[in-house]
C-alpha cells in the first residue's frame, strides 16, 4: 500500500500543467459549457480531458518532448456559441477540436467542420468527439476528419434491451427523454429492440421534456407511476438525470430505472439508498471495473484522478482519447490534422478495460461496454463517498458491438 500511494503521488507531481508559454505547444480546443445550466458538466469534462493531456505530457509528450495543451472555449449549452467558440479557436491557429456533451451541439460543431474544411482543403481540422450519443454523427455524417470516442445510444441501448429482455419481472416501459437528437434516438431504438428480443413487452409512455429547462420532474414521475410501468428507460444526463431520479426518489417510485450516465457526476448521490438493486447503467467504464478485472494500472489511474482532484474518475473514454491522440501523432510524424486522421483511422488501443479498436469505415471507436447495477455489496470503488457503487452485470466485447451504421468514410481528395 505504500509503494501504491508513493506511485500515485508521484505520477501526480508529474502531471501538473506544462506551462502555457511553450511556443510549440501542440494546442487543443475543449469546447463544452463552463457556464450556464450545464456549467458542472463541462468542467467534469474539463478535468478528464486535462487529466489525459496530462499523462501524454508525463509520459514524454509526443514528437519527442512536444506538450498537448488543452484550451478551453465556452459554448453555454448552445449550438450557435459553439459554432463561435469554433471559429474563435480557427482563429487562433488552433487544428484539433474536442467537444461532446450534446449531441445537437456535436451536429452543429461537425457540421461547421466539415464546411471549413472543404473551404480550407489544404488547412483542415480535427474534430474529436468523446462522447456524443447521437449515432447520426456517425451513422449519417461520417468523415475524414470526425472521430468519436464513445459508443452511441443505439449500441447502449442494444446492450440494456438484452438487459430488460432477460428479466422476466418486466412487462411494461416506460420512456423519457431530453427531446433532441440523443433522446429521440434512445426512444426509437429502445422500441424497435424491445419489439424484436420481448414483443410481449408493452410501451407504456413515450415522453420527451425540454433539455434543462425542467425544475421539477414530479408530473413527470406522476404519470410514470400512473402507467404502472415496471421499468423506466431514460437517455438523460447533467441535473436532467439527478432530478429525474430525485423526483422519482421522493415519489416512491419502485420500478427499475434503465440509463447510460446514472454513473456520472452528481447522479450516484441523487440515487443513493432508494436505487440499491434496481438502477442499471450501459457505459464504457465504472471504477470497480478495477476490481473486476484485476487491474492494477486501473487502480493507478483512479487514485492519481483522486489525489490530483479530489473527485472520481468518470469518464475513461476521455482519457482513452487523449492517449490514442498522442500515439496517433506519434505515428504519423505529425500534428498535421490529415496526418493525425489517417494514422487514427486504423488505430488500436490496450486500455484498463480491454481492447479497443478505430473503425475505419466510420470512424467510431469499439470499446468494451458494460451493463451495471447499482449496489452496496462488495464495493471497494464506491461512487461520490455513498457506500454504494457499480458492479458489472454484463459485458460486450468491442469487437461484439453492433449497430446499424453503414456510413463509409471518403478520403480527402
Not at 204 to 218: L, R
Not at 320 to 333: C, E, H, K
Request: hydrophobic share 40%; glycine share 8%; charged share 25%.
Amino acid at each position: 500500500m505504500k509503494k501504491h500511494v508513493f506511485f500515485s503521488l508521484a505520477l501526480v507531481a508529474s502531471l501538473l500543467p506544462w506551462s502555457a508559454s511553450q511556443a510549440d505547444n501542440i494546442r487543443i480546443a475543449h469546447i463544452d459549457p463552463f457556464s450556464g445550466a450545464f456549467a458542472n458538466v463541462g468542467a467534469v469534462n474539463g478535468k478528464h480531458v486535462q487529466f489525459g493531456a496530462d499523462l501524454v505530457n508525463a509520459d514524454g509528450g509526443v514528437l519527442k518532448g512536444t506538450q498537448l495543451e488543452v484550451i478551453r472555449f465556452d459554448n453555454k449549452a448552445n449550438a450557435k456559441d459553439a459554432v463561435t467558440a469554433l471559429q474563435d479557436a480557427i482563429d487562433q491557429g488552433i487544428r484539433i477540436v474536442t467537444q461532446a456533451t450534446n449531441s445537437g451541439i456535436a451536429l452543429a460543431v461537425e457540421d461547421a467542420v466539415m464546411k471549413y474544411n472543404r473551404r480550407n482543403p489544404d488547412d483542415p481540422v480535427l474534430y474529436l468527439n468523446y462522447g456524443s450519443a447521437d449515432p447520426s454523427i456517425t451513422r449519417d455524417h461520417c468523415n475524414f476528419y470526425t472521430f468519436r470516442f464513445e459508443a452511441h445510444s443505439g449500441m447502449k441501448q442494444d446492450a440494456l434491451t438484452d438487459r430488460i429482455a432477460s428479466d422476466k419481472d418486466i412487462h411494461k416501459v416506460y420512456i423519457i427523454g431530453q427531446d433532441y437528437g440523443h433522446g429521440h434516438e434512445v426512444s426509437k431504438y429502445t422500441k424497435q429492440m424491445l419489439a424484436a428480443k420481448r414483443p410481449d413487452i408493452e410501451i407504456v409512455g413515450d415522453e420527451f421534456h425540454p433539455v434543462g429547462k425542467v425544475k421539477d420532474f414530479t408530473p413527470y414521475i406522476a404519470k410514470i407511476q400512473a402507467s404502472g410501468a415496471d421499468a423506466v428507460i431514460t437517455g438523460n444526463f447533467g441535473s436532467d438525470l439527478t432530478l429525474l431520479v430525485k423526483a422519482a426518489n421522493d415519489a416512491g417510485l419502485k420500478a427499475k430505472l434503465f440509463t447510460q450516465y446514472a454513473g456520472t457526476f452528481g447522479t450516484p448521490t441523487a440515487i443513493g439508498k432508494g436505487g440499491i438493486g434496481r438502477i442499471y447503467d450501459a457505459a464504457p467504464w465504472h471504477p470497480e471495473i478495477a476490481v473486476e478485472k484485476h487491474s492494477k494500472k486501473a487502480e493507478e489511474l483512479i487514485a492519481t484522478f483522486k489525489q490530483k482532484y479530489d473527485d472520481d474518475l468518470y469518464y475513461y473514454q476521455i482519457v482513452v482519447q487523449m492517449q490514442m491522440l498522442g500515439a496517433a501523432i506519434n505515428q504519423a510524424g505529425s500534428a498535421k490534422p490529415a496526418d493525425v486522421a489517417q494514422a487514427l483511422a486504423n488505430a488500436r488501443f490496450s486500455g484498463v478495460t480491454g481492447d479497443m479498436f478505430m473503425r475505419s469505415t466510420d470512424h467510431q471507436l469499439m470499446h468494451p461496454l458494460f451493463v451495471s447495477v447499482f449496489t452496496d455489496k462488495d464495493i471497494r470503488y464506491d461512487s461520490e463517498n455513498t457506500g454504494i457503487g457499480w458492479k458489472t452485470v454484463s459485458e460486450t466485447l468491442a469487437k461484439d458491438l453492433k449497430d446499424d451504421s453503414t456510413c463509409k468514410v471518403e478520403q480527402p481528395a
